[in-house]
C-alpha cells in the first residue's frame, strides 16, 4: 500500500471520505480506508483474505464512485472489513487487491454501515504534488 | 439560508422564482428560524430539482430539509410521464421505502414503567440492530423472489405477523408493479441475511408513551389514548434497496450522459418515466418497497412476541406504516383536472387528506397518520393528512426533525456512554453497541422536532394528533 493519507469531512446528513496520496492510485486506496474508518479502526482490522476488486468507468470520478461501491458491497454482502488495500489505475481501469477478514462485533466494533457512494463532493484531482480522491457516503 | 434570496408568501412558505434552466420554482414551508437554519445547500439541491424534465408545479421543500444528495431531504417533486417527465433513483435514494410502523400496546405507561429495564434489554436481545446484525429469516433466490413481489403479505403467509396488520400498512402490505428480475444478484446477495434487522445510523426502535393529544376525534380514530404505549419502527429496506439504488444510480447517470441531458448534479441520475431505463428502476424500486414492508412486518412479530413474553396478553396492533423515500403514481389535480403523477419524497412523509381510495375505511374520514420521528431522547409525532396537503406538496409532510449538524461535528461535542447516561437519568432507556453511532444521534445533532411540527401544522401539510415520549430507545 502507497503512502497518503486518510481524511473524513462533514456533510450535512452523511459523511465525507477523502484520499491523499503521490499517486491517483494511492489516494483511492486511503479514501477506501477513510470509509473503512466510518465502520471500524482500519488499523484492527487482520489482513486474513485477499480478494480483488475491478472496474471500468468513462471517467475517474465515476471511477471513484464505483471502486467505493465496490467496498460498499463486498463489506455488505460477505460482512468484511478491509484495513489494507493496493490499486493500480490504467487510463480509465481499475484493478484493487484487498484484504480483510469477516466483520467480528466484539473486535470491531462496527459503528456505522454505509448504505452507498454519492457523487456529492466528488473529487479526483491533483493539488500541488498529491493526488486527493473524495466524495460523500450514504450512512 | 439567507432569506434576502426567497420571496415570503406567508407565514410558513417561502418561494425561490425559477431562473435559469429552472421549470418550475422552489417552494419552502417553514418557519423563519427553521429557514434560516437550513444549509444553503438546501436552496441549491431544489433549485437543481427545478431542472429536471416534466416537472409539475413546484420543487417542494419540508420544513425538516436539510442538506442530502442529488435532491434535499425533505425534498418533494411530482412528474407528468405524458410531460417527459423522469423518474429518478438518486430522488428516492440508497434507503428505498424507509419509514416508520407504530404498533399500539394496549398497556398503559404505569405498567411499563415497572418492567421497563427488562422489557429494553429483551428487545435488545430479539431485535437485531446494528452493523454487522444477522437476521433470523434467511432467502434463498426462490424465496427473496417471492418476497419481492409479496411484501408484508409474504411475512404474513409465512408466520409473521396477522393478516389484520396488512389493513393500516401502506399499499395494504403490497407494493403493485415489483419487478423481482430487475433487482441484480448483488441487491439480492446484499439481503440474504438482512431480513428483520433494524440497520445503523437513524435507524431504532423505540417504546414512546403518549404524552399528548392535539385532536380528539383523530386520535380516537387512530386508537391512541393519554398515557397509552406505542412502539415505533424506523427502518427500511436494508441492503437490497442501497444496491439498487447503487445500481441504477449509476445506470442512470451514464444514460442520462448518452442523452444528452445534461444533469446539474450527478446524483440527480434520472431517465424518463417512459424508458427502458426508468422502466425497469420503477420495477425494482417497487421490489425494494415490498422489502422494506416485509422487513418492518418482521420486526413488528419480532417485538409482538416480545412484549407478550413480558406483558402477557398484551394486545399490539398496527397504527400506521407509512414511507418516507419513495416514489410513487398517484391522482391529484392539477389545473382543474385529474392527472397521474409520479410523486417522489425523499425524506418526505405521504399524507394523504381524509377521503382519498388509498386509505382503509376506518382512517378515511381522519386522514392518514402521518408518522414523524424525532431526535434520540426527545419526542416523536402522530399527525393526520390534510386536504389542503393535496394542493400544497402533493399530500406530503415532514420526517423527522432533521439534522441541523454533521455527524463529524456530533461526535466532536458528545460521547455515546455519557449521552446513556444522561437519558437513563431522565428515564429513557437507550441500547445499543455502537457508542460513536449513539453520539452522531445526540438530540442536540438534530433540529428542534417541535419547531417542525409546528411549521408543519401551520403551513396546513399535517395536523397535529399526538406528541410521543421515549421510555426505550433500541438504536441501529
Partial sequence: ?139 | MDVSRLTRIGDTEWRLEATGAMRVPVVIYAGEELVRDMDEMVGTQASNVATLPGIVRASYVMPDGHWGYGFPIGGVAAFDPEQGGVVSAGGVGFDISCGVRCLRTGLGTERIQKKKTDLADRLFEHIPAGVGSVGRVHLNDEAMTAMLRGGACWAIERGYGVPADLEHTEERGCMAGARPEHVSHRARARQRDEMGTLGSGNHYLEVQRVAEIHDDRAAAAFGLSVDEVVISIHCGSRGLGHQIGTDFLREMTLDAAHRGLALADRDLACAPIRSDVGERYLGAMRAGINCALANRQILTHLARDVVRSVFSGADVSVLYDVSHNTCKEEEHVVDGGTRRLFVHRKGATRALGPGRPELPETLRDAGQPVLVGGSMGTESWVLAGTTDAMGLSWGSACHGAGRRMSRHEATRRWRGRELVRELSARGIEIRSRAMRGVAEEAPGAYKDVRAVVEATHRAGLARKVARLEPLVCVKG
Fill in chain 1, 1 to 139: 500500500m502507497g503512502a497518503g493519507r486518510a481524511e473524513l469531512f462533514p456533510h450535512g446528513a452523511d459523511v465525507g471520505v477523502r484520499g491523499r496520496g503521490p499517486t491517483v492510485g494511492s489516494a483511492f486506496e486511503q479514501a477506501a480506508l477513510a470509509l473503512t474508518s466510518v465502520v471500524t479502526d482500519p488499523a484492527g482490522v487482520v489482513s486474513r483474505e485477499r480478494s480483488v476488486v475491478e472496474c471500468e468507468a468513462p471517467d475517474r470520478e465515476q471511477l471513484l464512485v464505483d471502486f467505493m461501491n465496490e467496498i460498499v458491497s463486498e463489506m455488505s454482502a460477505r460482512r468484511m472489513v478491509f484495513g489494507e488495500l493496493e490499486v493500480t489505475i490504467e487510463g480509465n481501469r481499475l484493478r484493487a487487491t484487498v484484504w480483510g477478514e469477516p466483520v467480528d462485533l466484539e473486535r470491531h466494533a462496527p459503528e456505522v454501515e454505509p448504505k452507498g457512494v454519492t457523487s456529492t463532493e466528488l473529487r479526483v484531482a491533483r493539488e500541488g504534488d498529491e493526488w486527493i480522491a473524495q466524495c460523500v457516503v450514504d450512512v
